[in-house]
């Protein structure tokens, strides 16, 4: 077990492959965090629920329901513990989806073994500095938008809307800096924990994501203004000129 890691910090892998699940458990004890391991949804589940891991590991050919309907159910129990998808499934459609339906990372079969653990160092220690802010101040405001990071709430025109992890802390990160450009490069960090190729694909899928659910497409409200080349504003108004080019 290496210094400074969590003993208590349980990472739960999911995969069918029962030789794959126990190299991981392995990968994922030697790096100082508590295994839980399932090769079905139902007993993930069932541990998700006991033991509240925080960080999944989770491959999108289960049985007898795939992936994507556990990282549904997942987030149904919670909109802040990390989720990295483990898959030999390389299509970009595949990768779209999985990150729109909540995932915070997806990770293409075959892996480095380093890259994973620094991957799930990397949301751990993400998770670990959200977990410790104080919200200063206590509730952000921009337009009708209002976020209390303490209660990790968002109202906008007074209506509650549910945001995930990924699609809180870009918020967050975003209203602390209304009306200031934030470039990419500290959004990806803020986001995933890291700059890399795939970490940039979060962060454009989540800003897609997050722009859908603020009603953020059209001509009538706009609160997430793309700067091209340098990265994103949010306007204190709803008005802003969008961007069609990608971060």
Known sequence: MENGARPHSGILVVDDDREL???????????????????????ALELFDKESPSLVVIDLNLQP??????????????????????TGRNSEDDKVR???TGADDYVVKPFGHRELIARIRAHSRRAERDHDIVPTPAVLEAGPLRLDPAERT???????LR????????????????????????????VSG???????EVLRVTVHRLRRKLGDDGPQRRFIQTVPGVGLKLQSSERGQLSERSL
């Open 154 to 160: 968002l109202l906008m025109d007074g209506e509650l």
């Open 194 to 200: 890291y700059d890399d190729p795939p970490a940039r």
């Open 21 to 43: 699940v126990e190299l991981l458990a392995f990968l994922v004890e030697q790096a100082g965090f508590a295994p839980l391991t399932a090769t079905e949804p139902v007993s």
């Open 163 to 190: 945001l995930t992890g990924t699609e809180f802390r870009l918020l967050h990160y975003l209203m602390r800096n209304k009306d200031a450009v934030v470039p990419t490069a500290a959004l990806v960090k803020r």
């Open 65 to 86: 329901w795939d992936g994507f309907e556990l990282l549904v159910e997942i987030r149904r129990r919670s909109d802040t513990v990390s989720v990295i998808v483990l």
């Open 98 to 100: 999985a990150l729109e």
